[in-house]
């Protein structure tokens, strides 16, 4: 029996919505954990500074090699009276840096052998679910080509301050092709206008 077209429509945009609402927990369940270490940490100098990254405002990104990119999550002050507003603030900020990080590898000449985008770190390992609603998935850091350097630096990142209200969570390698990433934050278009239509 042939669907009639305003049913696909519908279920179109109840599948955009669905996406859509995946992306928004999970980015909430990873800026209220960022949020609560910057409580923790207020004042005091971010450890990505110490890795030159180059800093988009939450978002922090490195090329780490002309096929690689790795994201970082930053610390922020808002103006926001409550954690909630905050929250808020803070979620569509993050979203539109991953968009415009998704914009400059689409057009960017510096991004042009870019195959993957990663993401080494305990919240990968304690946000598992919600790296996956973002469009990555785990990999065995000892199997990907970066994986020694990768591991080398998180230790040494250990010494500071900064990283000892987590030491203690080993850190998960989280991975999204060049291809999915562009898919799922709108810039490739496949019949409809991008994965979660964002």
Do not use: C
Request: hydrophobic content about 35%; aromatic content about 8%; glycine content about 6%.
């Amino acid at each position: 029996m042939e669907q009639e077209p305003h049913a696909h429509n519908v279920q179109s945009g109840e599948r955009k919505e669905n996406g859509m609402e995946e992306i928004r927990g999970a980015l909430q369940e990873i800026l209220k954990d960022v949020m609560r270490r910057y409580d923790e940490q207020i004042g005091r100098e971010f450890i990505g500074e110490i890795f030159t990254l180059k800093e988009k405002g939450l978002l922090l990104t490195r090329l780490e090699t002309p096929a690689h990119i790795s994201v970082h999550f930053g610390m922020w002050k808002t103006d926001a009276k409550d954690r909630a507003s905050a929250l808020y603030e803070n979620y569509h900020r993050l979203l539109n840096e991953f968009r415009q990080l998704a914009f400059e590898i689409k057009d960017g000449r510096a991004y042009r052998n870019v195959r993957e985008i990663i993401a080494f770190s305990w919240l990968v390992t304690k946000h598992s679910n919600a790296f996956r609603h973002l469009g990555f998935h785990t990999e065995d850091i000892n199997r990907h080509p970066l994986g020694n350097a990768l591991q080398a630096e998180y230790k040494e990142a250990l010494v500071h301050e900064d990283m000892q209200s987590h030491k203690d969570i080993p850190p998960s390698l989280a991975v999204i092709t060049k291809e999915d990433f562009l898919t799922v934050y709108g810039l490739h278009r496949t019949g409809e206008e991008g994965r979660h239509n964002l």
